[in-house]
């Protein structure tokens, strides 16, 4: 292929060895039919870890090794919002503004750090570290939060959580080192799920900002960087190992009934395991609600070979966190869900998609992988089954669309990552264009108590339509934000008391249900049951299981336009309703915020409206047409934007 690659720009050596020891093993050890471009995103990955940003020599190199036109990969690269194209400093804090962090203080923490580090985006403490602005970083109950890159030769991704301002300069700096150690957590112990007296599930506590140590002297306590998320079950089922089992140790996850799921499938066979799955009823946890059993069957039964699967790893709606805190704390559950996922469906290559702002989940993920490769369950012969499966982790680079499940394929295949057009559906064309199973991970997770219990039995949970638990991703202004894990059927009030409601006694004004693509509900409609036909009859969703509290000292204008600018952000840009469409919402609830409404504000309402259909009607995938879902819901319930004057 004659690839035209950038004149006169090259690889410095250590570009060269950071690109090479990731293509050099994945191309040795498994070459793929469609050619090796299915490595650009690690090599990605692997030169921007190293140097900080991504040179043009660096894409060079990264072009000659893959066979990918510069043009292309250039392309793929500057999709990504974790990705440098032009120099900075090697250490990086992307600070979140988000709506959780953003009533939990983070726009005081971004005043501070301007006036202390310089504008977002510019080189401050004498060209050596930056800070930037950041959309939400899946830390929503411990707000707020900060994701740090360092890239050099001992480079790494931490997340600090409860950030302060001093912190923050204080890790850029150099002054005190942040980064966990991912061997060693906090130690957490279960507590009794009730409390028999007041019927309240009592929490799965780790470590809060006054728990741990001083980090230098003059700065504020902060929490330590690996504090669990509080979690509440009643009783605990997707939970039960959550501060019980080490995540890092197979040995402690077999103990506390790990693989057992696994081995029963087996027992059970394919079709059987397919059966039970289909009779347990369960839908999809991530928003879509599709039925499990269906996917499975469809996938099973494809004749085309061979079958993939792919676990969605990449949540990345505000607001929601399930997902990280399963695979921070239980993540070899993740991969037995897999295996059983795979055994079912003839799948013999499965990839865990996560998104990149998940460093502990990472590591966590990989030391599993590791672990259960070496132990025979995962590889050529599962358990000694004959049964052949193996999991490739794949980190996503910071874009919200990857949650699409074909912009997701995209991204895996070293594609910028858009979402198809659909048909043809992933079970009979999806990743590598073979029939792909794919299901977040919630919803895998589900599978081992469905194997192990029935089908009938999950059923048997929750109600006739929405069966089993559901976890509840509470944060915002609770007083105990964590989260929850509770069986479809109590109400929106009675979770929220569980959480104790709005922290320091205040007035509940509104909650967001299901995240940015989800509704605003008022104080007076909250008595509705969380199921999937009780928000419907509410004119309400469920989506991811996000449950943002907002007190009456929230400025839900802002809160509301936040999540306008959101969309605007994180549109792919592929198809022109979305892309103009996100613009042009945004810019009219910046003019209702400011006072300064074209013409009327029911002319901007009618405006908005009009957006939103031709959003809904014409995008290409779920990111149009729920982007003004949020923003309807607060014009229409909240009436947040009455107050607007003309010009």
């Not at 998104?355 to 966590?364: N, Q, S, W």
């Not at 198809?420 to 073979?434: E, I, T, V």
Request: proline share 6%.
């Amino acid at each position: 292929m004659d690839l035209h690659l950038i004149p006169g720009a090259v690889a410095t050596l250590d570009e060269r060895d950071a690109i090479d020891a990731v293509v050099d093993p994945a191309i040795g050890s498994r070459p793929h039919a469609r050619g090796a471009r299915h490595v650009l995103l690690p090599a990605l990955h692997a030169v921007h870890a190293r140097a900080g940003w991504i040179s043009e020599g660096a894409l060079n190199h990264i072009c000659e090794r893959l066979s990918v036109p510069p043009a292309e990969a250039y392309g793929v690269a500057s999709f990504y919002s974790m990705f440098s194209m032009k120099p900075r400093p090697t250490s990086v804090a992307h600070v979140c503004d988000d709506i959780a962090c953003r009533v939990n203080g983070a726009e005081a923490v971004c005043r501070d750090l301007e006036g202390r580090l310089g504008k977002a985006g510019e080189p401050g403490l004498d060209g050596r570290a930056m800070w930037v602005r950041s959309p939400c970083l899946g830390q929503c109950d411990r707000a707020p939060a900060v994701l740090f890159q360092l890239a050099g030769s001992e480079h790494g991704d931490w997340t600090l959580t409860g950030a302060t301002a001093d912190a923050i300069v204080a890790s850029l700096s150099g002054e005190v080192r942040l980064k966990p150690d991912a061997t060693r957590t906090p130690e957490v112990r279960l507590k009794p799920p009730f409390d028999a007296a007041q019927g309240v599930p009592e929490a799965l506590e780790g470590p809060d900002s006054t728990d741990t140590a001083e980090v230098v002297s003059g700065f504020s306590r902060i929490r330590d960087l690996s504090a669990r998320t509080r979690v509440y079950a009643d009783p605990p089922r997707l939970l039960r190992r959550v501060g019980v089992a080490d995540p890092e140790r197979l040995d402690d996850y077999r103990t506390h009934g790990g693989y057992a799921a696994l081995r029963r499938a087996f027992a059970l066979g394919p079709d059987r395991v397919i059966g039970e799955v289909t009779d347990s009823r369960l839908v999809g946890r991530g928003g879509a609600l599709f039925p499990t059993g269906r996917k499975w069957d469809a996938v099973a039964h494809a004749s085309v070979r061979p079958h993939y699967l792919v676990c969605n790893a990449d949540e990345s709606e505000p607001g929601t966190f399930k997902d990280r805190v399963l695979m921070e704390e239980d993540p070899f559950a993740v991969l037995e869900a897999m295996t059983i996922a795979a055994y079912a469906t003839g799948c013999e290559q499965g990839y865990l998609y996560i998104r990149g702002e998940y460093p502990l989940a990472t590591a966590r993920l990989g030391g599993a992988i590791t672990q259960a490769r070496t132990r025979g369950l995962l590889g050529d012969n599962v358990m000694g089954e004959g049964v052949r499966f193996d999991v490739e982790l794949r980190r996503g680079a910071g874009a919200y669309i990857c949650g699409e499940e074909t912009a997701l394929f995209n991204s895996i295949e070293g594609l910028r990552g858009e979402p198809r057009n659909k048909p043809p559906f992933p079970a009979q064309s999806g990743l590598f264009g073979k029939p792909t199973l794919i299901n977040n991970v919630e919803t895998l997770v589900n599978v081992l108590d469905i194997v192990l219990e029935g089908g009938q039995a999950f059923a048997g949970l929750g109600t006739e339509v929405s069966t089993g638990t559901k976890l509840f991703c509470v944060s915002g202004c609770a007083a105990r934000p964590g989260l929850y894990e509770v069986p479809f059927g109590v109400t929106l009030r009675a979770l929220i008391d569980r959480a104790g409601g709005v922290r320091d006694g205040r007035p509940l004004q509104a909650v967001l249900l299901g995240g940015a693509a989800g509704v605003f509900v008022t104080p007076d409609d909250i008595d509705f049951p969380l199921t999937l036909e009780g928000a419907r009859a509410a004119g309400a969703t469920l989506g991811s299981g996000v449950v943002m509290l907002f007190d009456d000292r929230t400025d839900l204008g802002d809160i509301t336009t936040r999540i306008a600018a959101f969309f605007r952000h994180e549109s792919c840009g592929q198809c022109v309703p979305c892309r103009v469409g996100t613009v042009r919402q945004e810019e009219a609830l910046r003019r209702l915020t400011a006072g300064a409404a074209l013409g009327s504000v029911e002319t901007e309402y009618a405006l908005i409206d009009d957006l939103a259909q031709a959003m809904r009607d014409a995008s290409i995938c779920g990111l149009g047409h729920t982007a003004s879902t949020a923003v309807q819901s607060a014009i229409r319930k909240l009436r947040v934007f009455d107050k607007g004057t003309t010009r």
